[in-house]
């Protein structure tokens, strides 16, 4: 069964997992362990093991969960996904990380006997639970918004700010997150690519901005919703979620970010992030 799923997509419903498990653990002995083993897992810190712990800690008392096999299948998952601890300093924001066809196939076969063993058994189902299942989700069911025709559709050009750390792992995060890799072109602003577009555009900002095949320019909170949308999958959910926000306050945060992300992240030493060769053709000086 292929399936769409993204390291950083991935890593969203690993932290929300993360984050309702801690609220399933009593404060107790064994509840403390699995407190710690939910935070791990929420951040991407050893997960595999991690997932395997907080199975042991809802385990005792002897007792069925149906969490227990969503968690072993949790712990079959490949580590190292984008947006987790483990991947940090890697210089392939990608890592080789996808969930197998077999996997996802065996996500549904156990999910399905969760939910049957939780029916029988009268084990209550916990918010845990319902957040473990979506894995089920498939990716691919929720297509990027297309920009032309097949068999290569143009591309949106994404300029960043060469000096700013924040916009540096803004450009990894899209490399990661467009799976096919046909989506986005990335270039600095001020750079030959940005003068030859667009030339002198004053009045831009400084962080990011599109450029869409059309011409168009999108800046602030329109350029991060419309790449969003280009994503698909759980992005372009949250893309269509993002939208219903009055533009007027997403500017405000946008801005307000954008104002402190120098202080927040160290400037790169070089314009162009640090990536592998094939993924620097990406790039336009």
């Known amino acids: 069964m292929k399936n769409g799923w993204t390291g950083g997509q991935y890593s969203l419903i690993r932290a929300l997992l993360g984050i309702a498990l801690i609220a399933h653990f009593p ?3 064994q509840g403390v362990i ?8 929420a951040i991407g810190f050893q997960s595999r093991i991690a997932a395997l712990i907080a199975c042991a800690a809802l385990s005792y008392p002897l007792h069925f969960d149906p969490l227990q096999p969503m968690l072993l299948l949790y ?3 490949p580590s190292k996904p984008y947006g987790s601890v483990d991947a940090r300093g890697r210089v392939d924001p990608r890592g080789g990380w996808a969930i197998a066809p077999w996997l996802y196939a065996l996500a549904w076969i156990v999910a399905i006997g969760a939910w049957v063993a939780a029916v029988v058994l009268h084990a209550p189902i916990s918010v845990a639970f319902v957040v ?3 894995i089920l989700f498939n990716p691919f069911w929720v297509p990027a918004k297309r920009t032309g025709e097949a068999p290569v559709p143009p591309l949106d050009y994404v300029f960043y700010d060469g000096s700013c750390g924040l916009c540096h792992r803004a450009t990894r995060f899209l490399i990661s997150e467009d799976l ?4 986005f072109r990335y270039a600095p602003l001020g750079g030959d690519a940005f003068n030859e577009m667009i030339g002198v555009a004053s009045g831009l900002p400084d962080s990011m901005v599109v450029r869409t095949p059309s011409g168009a320019l ?3 909170s329109a350029a991060a919703l419309y790449v969003a949308k280009r994503l698909g ?3 372009r959910l949250l893309g269509a979620l993002g939208a219903l926000v009055p533009r007027v306050m997403r500017d405000a945060i946008y801005d307000f970010i954008a104002r402190i992300r120098y202080r927040l992240f160290a400037r790169p030493k070089e314009a162009c992030p640090m990536l592998p060769p094939d993924l620097r053709k990406r790039f336009s000086a």
């Open 27 to 29: 404060m107790q002995v």
């Open 180 to 183: 096919p890799g046909t989506s």
């Open 218 to 220: 999108l800046t602030k």
């Open 233 to 235: 999958g759980i992005w």
């Open 132 to 134: 473990a299942n979506l």
């Open 75 to 77: 712990a079959l998952v």
């Open 34 to 41: 699995g407190i710690v083993a939910s935070i791990a897992f």
